[in-house]
């Protein structure tokens, strides 16, 4: 150990005529830990929610979506299908017939969306529909068609598996006293939960060719959705798609679909980052103070060590390694507490929020290791710079007038 690291110690620890010295360090020490733990627990925060809709979102629907401008469905689709698999990047495509229906349960009914899917194709790409809350995937061919609600649209309705539910389409058909609406009846054969509320509360899920008979859609569907390998690169694979399907047909990302929602979610983390991390920058004048303390406290020793034969930088290094060793010990104080308050919010769901609002029951705290990466860095960078002032006034305290009344 080299003995400016070994004074740079001593000065730190606690002695009877230096208590004051001691409290003050420890504030500093303080003051950095809690401004880490709380910009850990922040951004995990923000980034543990925008994870979970994101995920929860692109779990039930499509990276990227491919629908007619004209709302009169597209036709020759496999084809369409064909050339969209294709494309390097695309992970599964799969067309979707939809519509608003209403739906009507044992208990009372509700409006929502019923969704025709090719169940083969869709269980591939989702877990909720390999993991049923309850029941089965309808069989094709049965007597009686099935359906698939989401678990809370059955509760709004009062439906169980094995019940009777009757869907009335927004498309009509003619009869002797004008245009009625479309009627079915399906039997429930399964209840699916995605965790997105808005989904599971609202949506019917019956086989493709059912959905494309009920809902007049003859041999056409309503969209194409898409799901890629790096949803990241969805501008760049759409550019891609865009030259093989019809004029009539348009494209929509996942990222234009919830635009406004991610775009306030990385407006809120990068001011919560800013504004806490004033936290770390007001606890790094404490380093400053305790330093300017220290420096007069220990004019005398200073003074001493010049004399021996120290040089300014050898002072200099001193201050800074003290300033270094309370940023240090701070920062990993900080980022400890911080990683456990996470840990124990995640295992024990301790921040309930109202599903309905928020897609999600409670809030999740992830960390990116780039983002812990870059709170370390900045915490230590601002606590390294504030010893730069206190060392340099130490280096230039004259030995003279510093043991002339010694």
């Known amino acids: 150990m080299n003995y400016e690291l070994f004074i740079a110690k001593r000065y730190l620890t606690a002695k009877r005529k230096q208590a004051f010295i001691s409290v003050i360090t420890f504030i500093s020490i303080l003051g950095i ?33 491919v629908s007619d401008i004209e709302r009169e469905g597209l036709k020759d689709y496999p084809q369409l299908i064909k050339k969209i698999e294709n494309i390097e990047g695309v992970k599964s495509v799969s067309p979707v017939a939809l519509d608003r229906v ?41 007597k009686r068609e099935g359906i698939l609600l989401g678990r809370d649209a059955a509760i709004s309705i009062g439906a169980g598996v094995g019940d009777i539910v009757e869907v009335l389409s927004s498309s009509s058909r003619l009869s002797p006293i004008g245009p009625i609406p479309k009627r079915k009846r399906f039997v ?14 609202s949506t019917a899920l019956i086989w493709l060719e059912t959905a494309q008979k009920f809902l007049g859609l003859e041999e056409g569907i309503s969209y194409i959705q898409i799901k890629i390998n790096d949803i990241f690169q969805a501008p760049k694979i759409s550019e891609k798609i865009i030259k093989v399907i019809p004029p009539q047909a348009y494209i929509m990302t996942w990222m234009e679909l919830n635009k406004s929602l991610f775009a306030a979610l990385k407006l809120e983390k990068n001011i919560m980052f800013l504004t806490i991390a004033l936290i770390v920058l007001v606890a790094a004048l404490n380093i400053i103070a305790t330093l300017i303390l220290m420096v007069m406290e220990k004019t005398r020793d200073i003074g001493i ?47 309930k929020v109202p599903v309905d609002i928020y897609q999600i029951s409670f809030v999740p705290f992830h960390i990116k290791p780039f983002d812990l990466i870059l709170i370390v860095g900045i915490t230590l960078l601002i606590s390294f710079l504030s010893t730069l002032f206190p060392s340099h006034r130490a280096s230039k305290i004259n030995p003279v007038m510093a043991l002339k009344y010694e």
Request: a negative charge.
């Open 33 to 65: 830990t809690i401004g880490v733990m709380a910009l850990i627990i922040a951004i995990a925060l923000i980034t543990g929610f925008q994870g979970d809709v994101q995920e929860k979102l692109l779990g039930s629907t499509s990276h990227i979506l």
């Open 188 to 201: 429930v054969t399964g209840i699916f939960y995605t965790g997105l509320y808005e989904f599971d509360s």
């Open 102 to 142: 209403l739906i009507r349960g044992p208990s009372q009914s509700l409006g929502g969306m019923l969704k025709g899917v090719d169940f083969d194709l869709e269980k591939e790409e989702s877990t909720w529909l390999q993991e049923l809350q309850r029941g089965q995937i309808p069989v094709p061919g049965s």
């Open 305 to 351: 060590l010049i004399a021996m034969g120290a040089t300014a930088q050898n002072i200099k290094k001193i201050f800074f390694l003290q300033g270094a060793i309370i940023g240090i010990i701070g920062t990993a104080s900080g980022v400890i507490l911080g990683m456990i308050w996470c840990w124990l919010a995640n295992a024990f769901e301790l921040i």
